[in-house]
């Protein structure tokens, strides 16, 4: 049989496990990427400003909330389809993926997974639409990866709430028009829809930022901010924003693998054009190393997060399995993103080319929702029944 040119950003032609469904929800993010996203987002990234413009035009293609049902304004889709939103989205950069995240994972499925029929008609569809930004309040200064020991709390007073706190590094913490925060009851974690200009609540956007400067991070205050017990989450316990989380780390298994193919593919384009030593650095035995472990890397995280979509689809999903592929797929983009900007020697530097500014964002992406570290762990609790944090 004669060979036929494979892709080399798709190897084992993972794409055609895909459904023609899957491969449209594809096609249609790449396009806004390659159309929407790319021509602007070096100059985002070098001025450290969110792309406001892409909001509307986000909700309008169906990707904020896109696994949520048609009731509400979103598209219903599948976890795969959702996955490959967060690949393309991110091939762009991690910090669109970041806001699509946190919109729809972080905030808009706590609000349909624990919250009342009123929370649900009230927030949904009009996050759908990009008109109301929220962002997802867990980590505090003193310590994001022991959210078990958080100082935020909430006591009740009457029929209302009054919440005291800080939290810390919370992607779209300006933007957003409500806040789902996590506090500290008598009851245990409970979570709170808290709205922007509620008396006492403030957001103050972190600067100085070298990673995910094309996405806006915050610390928010709460000092004596009273809501009312309408606006509280029916979920108790760490499992609430756990849960949350599980469903936002499988996003993130998908998007570095978009980061991953942008460094790639550039890497590979240079390396073919770079003449030293009167050939292409492509046609060395140590850049061709280079470029066929990101390949061979490649493959294997688009193999495990599609195993992992299809798994989540069949109602089959573990928290482990999601830490897995989380540490192995951050810890494959991270890697690749470097080693590419390496093959780009001083070109590599500036953000003209794009492996310094995913390499800088996934130091973010490899430290939130998790560090490497603590999905280390969860994975090795699970293989020794042992718990070592
Ligand atoms: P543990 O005792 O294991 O569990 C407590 C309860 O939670 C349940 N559970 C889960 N439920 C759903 N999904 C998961 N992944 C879950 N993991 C645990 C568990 O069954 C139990 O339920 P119950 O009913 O028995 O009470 O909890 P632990 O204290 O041992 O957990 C330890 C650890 C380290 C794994 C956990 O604290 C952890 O994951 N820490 C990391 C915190 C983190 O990831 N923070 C992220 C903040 S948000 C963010 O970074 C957003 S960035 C967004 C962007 O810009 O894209
Ligand atoms: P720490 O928890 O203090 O960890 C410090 C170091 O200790 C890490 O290397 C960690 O791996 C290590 N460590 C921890 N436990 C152990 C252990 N048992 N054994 C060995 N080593 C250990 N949070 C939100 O709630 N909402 C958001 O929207 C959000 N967005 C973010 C956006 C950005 C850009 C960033 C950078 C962070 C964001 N975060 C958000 C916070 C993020 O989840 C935390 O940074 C992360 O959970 C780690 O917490 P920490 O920074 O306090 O580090």
Redesign the pocket.
């Known amino acids: 049989m004669p060979a036929v040119p494979l892709n080399p950003a798709d190897l084992y032609d993972v794409r055609s496990l895909l459904t023609d469904e899957e491969r449209m929800v594809q096609d249609t993010v790449a396009r806004f990427t390659d159309e929407r996203v790319l021509p602007i987002i070096g100059d985002c990234f070098d001025k450290g400003v969110f792309p406001m413009d892409l909001i509307p035009e986000m909700a309008e293609l169906g990707l904020l909330g896109a696994t949520l049902p048609a009731e509400y304004g979103c598209a219903g889709m599948n976890a795969v389809s959702y996955g490959l939103i967060c690949q393309e989205l991110e091939r762009g950069d991690?910090g669109i993926?970041?806001?699509a995240?946190?919109q729809s994972s972080?905030c808009m499925y706590p609000i349909y997974a624990y919250g009342s029929d009123e929370q649900r008609a009230r927030w949904l569809p009009q996050m759908a639409a990009g008109k109301i930004i929220g962002c997802?309040g867990?980590?505090e200064p003193h310590g994001?990866?022991?959210?078990?020991n958080m100082k935020t709390n909430a006591k009740r007073d009457g029929g209302d709430w009054v919440i005291n706190g800080a939290k810390m590094?919370?992607?779209?913490g300006n933007l957003a028009h409500i806040a789902i925060v996590w506090a500290q009851t008598v009851d245990g974690i409970q979570g709170f829809i808290v709205e922007k200009g509620t008396p006492g609540f403030a957001a103050q956007e972190v600067h100085k930022k070298m990673s995910?400067r094309a996405?806006v991070?915050s610390a928010l205050f709460f000092d004596n901010v009273r809501v009312p017990d309408s606006s509280r989450l029916n979920v108790k316990?760490?499992?609430g924003?756990?849960?949350?989380?599980?469903q936002?780390?499988y996003g993130?298994t998908w998007g570095p693998i978009g980061a991953a193919i942008a460094c790639f593919t550039e890497a590979t384009e240079y390396a073919k054009q770079r003449v030293l030593f009167e050939r292409p650095i492509a046609a060395t035995q140590a850049v061709q190393l280079k470029l066929a472990d990101m390949a061979r890397r490649i493959t294997l995280a688009q193999l495990l997060s599609l195993q992992l979509g299809r798994l989540k689809d069949a109602g089959k999903m573990q928290?482990t399995q999601?830490?897995l592929a989380k540490w192995n797929n951050v810890r494959m983009a991270i890697d690749i993103a470097r080693e590419a900007r390496d093959i780009l020697g001083g070109a590599g530097i500036t953000t003209e080319h794009c492996p310094i500014r995913h390499a800088l964002n996934l130091e973010?992406?490899i430290?939130?929702?998790?560090?490497e570290t603590?999905h280390q762990?969860?994975v090795g609790?699970e293989v020794t029944g042992i718990?070592a944090?």
């Open positions: 991690s993926r970041s806001f995240s946190v972080l997802f867990l980590t994001g990866s022991d959210p078990a590094w919370i992607t779209n995910l996405s991070t316990g760490l499992k924003p756990l849960g949350c989380l599980t936002a780390r993130i928290p999601v830490s973010s992406v430290t939130y929702e998790g560090t603590v762990l969860v609790r718990n944090f």
